[in-house]
């Protein structure tokens, strides 16, 4: 088996869901199905979602969970005990994926000290996956360079119908790199969408079920949220949805590369 493919596709993103509020909607997105859950060290739902999962009644082992260590903890020696306090945050004892959320602001730390370091946390069985985040295809093949070849299993990064990411995407599948979509719905900007909202409305779908399945149909992995227990639901279902080939086709073309999450110190973008 692929050790990517161990990595449940459809995911929910946790990003916003704090405190009580965060607790009910990570536990609402496993009660409806959702087996993948994704955290990061900056997004302080590292305790939610370990409350939401024990809540749930589900094994460990029944859901899929990913975090990501912050740009704050690569300095030498920092990156395994902050993942180890990840783990107490999340109260379990191994983590199925850790990312490296960006790599370093304006490549101030080289990515050997913090890639090093996370080969090492996995070494230590902290994480059974490692992987990367906002990582370009140069960086990827430093990485390769230095871990060897099939190290990464994942590089997430923001992708959706308006800014499709074709190149590093193509780059990433030719590695057997799984791609995880974030911004998967553009932060619902995506109502408006002339071609989603036709392919959904032959169908009954909205654009965002129809954004989703076309991410699924991809091949990559999604982890769309919402506070919103029916849009929760209705984010899930698109997992059922099979779109046509010419609906792919149809949907590749209005990819117009529009992205929103670009800040002065990140990669310069393929
Ligand atoms: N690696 C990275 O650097 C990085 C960066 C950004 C995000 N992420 C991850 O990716 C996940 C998803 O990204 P995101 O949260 O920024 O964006 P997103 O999932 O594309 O959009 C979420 C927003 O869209 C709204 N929404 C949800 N479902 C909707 C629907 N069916 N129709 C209309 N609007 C809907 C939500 O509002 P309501 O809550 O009101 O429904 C929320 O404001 C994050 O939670 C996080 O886990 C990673």
């Given at each position: 088996m692929e050790k990517q493919d161990v990595i449940p596709r459809m995911g929910f993103g946790t990003?916003?869901?704090?405190?009580k509020e965060g607790i009910d909607a990570i536990l609402c997105a496993l009660e409806t199905g959702y087996r993948h859950l994704d955290t990061a060290q900056t997004y302080d739902t590292e305790f939610e979602v370990g409350e939401a999962l024990r809540r749930s009644g589900l094994k460990r082992d029944e859901v899929f969970l990913t975090t990501k260590i912050s740009?704050?903890?690569?300095?030498?020696?920092a990156l395994v005990p902050s993942l180890e306090k990840s783990l107490e945050a999340l109260r379990i004892d191994q983590v199925d994926l850790t990312l490296i959320?960006?790599?370093a602001p304006y490549g101030r730390i080289p990515l050997e000290v913090y890639m090093t370091q996370i080969a090492e946390a996995q070494a230590r069985g902290l994480t059974r996956l490692i992987g990367v985040s906002n990582f370009t295809i140069a960086l990827l093949e430093q990485t390769e360079a230095l871990?060897?070849?099939?190290?990464?299993?994942n590089n997430q990064f923001e992708l959706n119908p308006i800014l499709q990411n074709k190149k590093l995407a193509n780059y990433c599948q030719e590695k057997e790199i799984l791609v995880t979509c974030y911004l998967p719905i553009a932060r619902g900007m995506l109502s408006d969408e002339p071609v989603l909202r036709s392919i959904g409305e032959k169908h009954g779908e909205t654009p965002e079920q129809v954004a989703i399945a076309f991410e699924l149909a991809k091949g990559y992995c999604t982890i769309p949220t919402s506070g919103r227990p029916e849009r929760i639901r209705s984010n899930f279902k698109a997992s059922s949805i099979t779109l046509s080939p010419d609906e792919i086709a149809a949907i590749e073309t209005i990819d117009r590369d529009h992205r929103v999450v670009d800040p002065d110190w990140g990669p310069k973008w393929d």
């Open positions: 990003f916003g869901r704090n405190g740009t704050d903890n690569f300095g030498p020696g959320h960006w790599p871990l060897g070849k099939g190290k990464i299993a």
